[in-house]
């Protein structure tokens, strides 16, 4: 079992950045995939940005060249670097473990991010 804490989230103008943090309780080496989803009002959870143990990475079409997510397994953490934000981000993002065996998923508490018109 992990336990997953975001921070990171604040209120920005569009056009500026932000950098989500999910800090892991223990070691994620073993984790088969990380990922950020969001939740905006009145919408459903979507997938934003996944990395695998091997560190291959995908993302929604919204957010390709401006996001990017990157996993240190030193550190426990995972990040996701949001570039060119625009009110549609606007969101709680969540930070979510995924392990193939036994297929199982841990989510985090989540971060607000809201951007600015």
């Known amino acids: 079992q992990v336990r ?16 989500l943090s ?10 088969d995939a990380m990922g950020w989803y969001r939740q905006a009002p009145g919408k459903q959870r979507e997938l934003v940005a996944t990395i695998t143990s091997g560190g291959s990475t995908g993302y929604v079409d919204s957010v ?3 996001f990017t997510i990157s996993r240190d397994n030193a550190q426990n953490a995972v990040y996701l670097q949001m570039n060119s934000l625009k009110p549609g981000d606007t969101a709680v993002y969540y930070c ?3 392990y193939r065996n036994p297929g199982i998923y ?6 607000q991010v809201t951007v600015s018109s």
């Open 4 to 19: 997953l804490v975001e921070s990171g989230g604040d209120l920005v103008q569009a056009g500026e950045s932000l950098r």
């Open 64 to 66: 390709k060249g401006r």
């Open 22 to 31: 999910c800090a892991a309780s223990s070691s994620i080496f073993s984790i």
């Open 96 to 98: 979510n473990a995924y």
């Open 106 to 111: 841990y989510w985090g508490q989540g971060t």
